[in-house]
Structures are given as structure tokens and as C-alpha cells.
Nanobody, 117 residues
Framework: QVQLVESGGGLVQPGGSLRLSCAAS????????TGWYRQAPGKQRELVAG???????NYADSVKGRFTISRDNAKNMVYLQMNSLKSEDTAVYYC???????????WGRGTQVTVSS
């Protein structure tokens, strides 16, 4: 079973940037697809970006061209570079991992991102 810990959230002005990090431990990281979801107040959790264990990425339409997901298997890390942030990006961001051969999702505790002037 994999454990996930997010970091890098905070308060940023519209148009600014943040980089989220997620540290994985407890299992062989390369066996997992991983990525980021977010949940804004009063809304359902939604997929932001994902990266498979072989490096294939996918993004929500709302973040394409602004966010970039990457993973470093040697360090057991996954990152989300967020540029040109908007107020509607405000949410708690959760790192997830799903074993390539399974359907169970593992979650971090989340990190708050607030975009406000």
C-alpha cells in the first residue's frame, strides 16, 4: 500500500504560479498511475491531471496549457506545476495513486490552494 503526502499549496494572486509536490512511500512507485484531483467548496472532487506509470499524461480541459504534471520515479515524487492561476483554481488539491493492475485509489490528505488578490 502506498502512502502519499502533498506539499506546496498556499495563497497566490491571480496570474501567479505554484508548484505542488507529492511524496510517495511504502510501495513500488512505478507500479502506480498517479496524479491530482481537486475539490472546491460545495463541489465534487474532479480530476486535474494524471500521469501513467509509463509517463502518459492527461489533463482536465480547464487546466490544459496552464498546468503541467510530471513524475520522478527515482525520487518517488509527482509534481503539478500550476501557472496563470485563476480564482476558480481555488480548491484543496489531492494527490492520488492507483495500482496499474487494480481499481483502488490511494489518497493524500490534500493541500489548500487559494487564488485571490
Amino acid at each position: 500500500q502506498v502512502q502519499l503526502v502533498e506539499s506546496g499549496g498556499g495563497l497566490v494572486q491571480p496570474g501567479g504560479s505554484l508548484r505542488l509536490s507529492c511524496a510517495a512511500s511504502g510501495s513500488i512507485f512505478t507500479n502506480y498511475h498517479t496524479g491530482w484531483y481537486r475539490q472546491a467548496p460545495g463541489k465534487q472532487r474532479e480530476l486535474v491531471a494524471g500521469v501513467t506509470r509509463d509517463g502518459t499524461t492527461n489533463y482536465a480541459d480547464s487546466v490544459k496549457g496552464r498546468f503541467t504534471i510530471s513524475r520522478d520515479n527515482a525520487k518517488n515524487m509527482v509534481y503539478l506545476q500550476m501557472n496563470s492561476l485563476k480564482s476558480e483554481d481555488t480548491a484543496v488539491y489531492y494527490c492520488y495513486a492507483r495500482r496499474y493492475s487494480g481499481s483502488v485509489y490511494y489518497w493524500g490528505r490534500g493541500t489548500q490552494v487559494t487564488v485571490s488578490s
